[in-house]
């Protein structure tokens, strides 16, 4: 990601009926820790594009204080590329960048809302499974869901 994709990457998330003006907040700070220090802001950001249009994001990182987990952060897909397989690609870069790192675990944690099924189905689809259900933790009736995934080791 470069300082110029931000623009469109800030309309793309405002533009996703699952993020609320809250979130999309937290998400634009991860993104201005990453442009002000890519190296150092503990998170890596990739967008994809097609036709030089931002089609999707993802954000991740290693969990502090952890022995090869990582967690992915934020992802995001426009409306009208959702399904066309950008979001696995994106997904793919990235557990492939996380294995070739010596990441053993990946985890992602969403929300129990209705809104989010479509999220949920998309991870479970990729691999990860539902370790754990934290309920109210959002909010009432809002529950934190924590998916994860194994990684296989690479051969050296």
Do not use: C
Request: proline share 6%; charged share 25%; aromatic share 10%.
């Amino acid at each position: 990601m470069a300082k110029k994709d931000k623009p469109a990457l800030m309309a793309l998330l405002r533009g996703l009926p699952e993020f609320k003006p809250a979130e999309v907040v937290v998400a634009e700070e991860v993104i201005d820790s990453y442009l002000a220090d890519p190296a150092g802001s503990g998170f890596n950001t990739l967008v994809a594009e097609a036709d030089s249009v931002i089609t999707g994001y993802i954000s991740y990182g290693p969990t502090p204080l952890t022995e090869g987990t990582w967690d992915v952060y934020w992802m995001a897909v426009l409306v009208p590329e959702q399904g066309k397989g950008v979001g696995g690609a994106l997904l793919a870069y990235a557990e492939d960048r996380i294995k070739e790192a010596g990441g053993r675990l990946i985890i992602i944690e969403t929300s129990s809302q209705p809104g989010y099924e479509k999220t949920r189905r998309f991870y479970l689809n990729h691999g990860y499974e539902t370790i754990a259900h934290l309920p109210d933790f959002y909010a009432p009736g809002d529950d934190k869901l924590i998916l994860q995934k194994r990684l296989e080791r690479l051969e050296r």
